[in-house]
């Protein structure tokens, strides 16, 4: 079992930053891959960006190339998702996600745990 835990949202102004944490706990040894994702009120829950925790290889949705970008600790027990010139686009809540294996990085369906949440909202 790994257990997450998102800290870091908030309200801030469009072009602001923030950065969001994952913090892991349990069997993180067991962790592949690390992803965030988000859900805005009425859609699905989108694939922002990816960490390959072996290897180091990252992967983000075209959206935000360029604006954020994925990190973890040497440890390798909390990723980061530190977000640069927001946009009222990117207001969400927003979930980290370790699997243990498997392909599709975009899709929820390869995680295996999840954590609450944080709730990102950028205002005009």
């Known amino acids: 079992q790994v257990q997450l835990v998102e800290s870091g949202g908030g309200l801030v102004q469009a072009g602001d930053s923030l950065r969001l944490s994952c913090a892991a706990s349990?069997?993180?040894?067991?962790?592949?891959?690390t992803g965030w994702f988000r859900q805005a009120p009425g859609k699905e829950r989108e694939f922002v960006a990816y960490?390959?925790?072996?290897?180091?290889?990252?992967y983000y949705v075209d959206s935000v190339k360029g604006r954020f970008t994925i990190s973890r600790d040497n440890a390798k027990t909390t990723v980061y998702l530190q977000m640069n010139s927001l946009k009222l686009e990117d207001t969400a809540v927003y979930y980290c996600?370790?699997?243990?294996?498997?392909?599709?990085?975009?899709?929820?369906?390869?995680?295996?745990?999840w954590g609450q949440g944080t709730q990102v909202t950028v205002s005009s």
């Open positions: 349990g069997r993180t040894d067991s962790t592949y891959g």
């Open positions: 996600a370790a699997r243990s294996a498997g392909t599709a990085v975009v899709s929820p369906s390869s995680y295996d745990y």
């Open positions: 960490l390959g925790m072996r290897n180091g290889w990252t």
